[in-house]
Nanobody, 124 residues
Framework: QVQLVESGGGLVQPGGSLRLSCTASGSILSINAMGWYRQAPGNQRELVAL???????NYADSVKGRFTISRDNAKNTVYLQMNSLKPEDAAVYYC??????????????????WGQGTLVTVSS
């Protein structure tokens, strides 16, 4: 069983900062890409930032220069440092990981795993 557990969401004033964390656990062999997506009410889920195993990153235009994604491969953890937050950044943020893991029966499987989401509210 593979799980992604997020933390770090909350209420912050415009211009403030938050740091999100997401840790993957289970019989994981490898994680290729890890990323953060967000979904605001009435909107589709959108990519915020992505980091692949080699360290290359990709950001949505709306967060470039304000958000930084990083990962600790030894801990199977990805972080999202969010600075200069704006009201339009408010959303449920979801962690995603493209990984390979061993099933209970011992087979190696690929999985596109999602966390449960963490709420970010930006308001004065």
């Amino acid at each position: 069983q593979v799980q992604l557990v997020e933390s770090g969401g909350g209420l912050v004033q415009p211009g403030g900062s938050l740091r999100l964390s997401c840790t993957a656990s289970g019989s994981i062999l490898s994680i290729n890409a890890m990323g953060w997506y967000r979904q605001a009410p009435g909107n589709q889920r959108e990519l915020v930032a992505l980091i692949i195993s080699g360290g290359s990153t990709n950001y949505a235009d709306s967060v470039k220069g304000r958000f930084t994604i990083s990962r600790d491969n030894a801990k199977n953890t990805v972080y999202l440092q969010m600075n200069s937050l704006k009201p339009e950044d408010a959303a449920v943020y979801y962690c995603n990981a493209a990984l390979r893991y061993y099933s209970d029966s011992g087979y190696l499987r690929a999985l596109d795993a999602w966390g449960q989401g963490t709420l970010v509210t930006v308001s004065s």
